[in-house]
Nanobody, 114 residues
Framework: QVQPVESGGGLVQAGGSLRLSCAVS????????MGWYRQAPGKQRVLVTG???????NYADAVKGRFTISRDNGKNTVYLQMDSLKPEDTAVYYC????????WGQGTQVTVSS
């Protein structure tokens, strides 16, 4: 079974930045589109950004212009650079394929204080 491992979350003030990483085991990583999802308290988990195996990206309107997704197929890792963070970005962040078919990892908590 493949289960991504997310890291890099933390507590940051509004306007700050964080960089998340997600390591994925197995040989399927390089052929799959990947995405970062987030789940805020009391809300459903949603996709915020995705990247194709060839590097084409897409972003939810809420994060467009502030978040940047990237991937390193040689390291089986996907990254999320988050800039100009807002309190409404507070959530647990997960990575998975897009659409998701890996087991969900533990996620990494991002908390943005105002």
């Amino acid at each position: 079974q493949v289960q991504p491992v997310e890291s890099g979350g933390g507590l940051v003030q509004a306007g700050g930045s964080l960089r998340l990483s997600c390591a994925v085991s197995g040989s399927s990583f390089s052929i799959n589109a990947m995405g970062w999802y987030r789940q805020a308290p009391g809300k459903q988990r949603v996709l915020v950004t995705g990247i194709s195996r060839g590097g084409i990206t897409n972003y939810a309107d809420a994060v467009k212009g502030r978040f940047t997704i990237s991937r390193d197929n040689g390291k089986n890792t996907v990254y999320l650079q988050m800039d100009s963070l807002k309190p409404e970005d507070t959530a647990v962040y997960y990575c998975n394929s897009d659409p998701p078919f890996y087991f969900w990892g533990q996620g990494t908590q991002v908390t943005v204080s105002s």
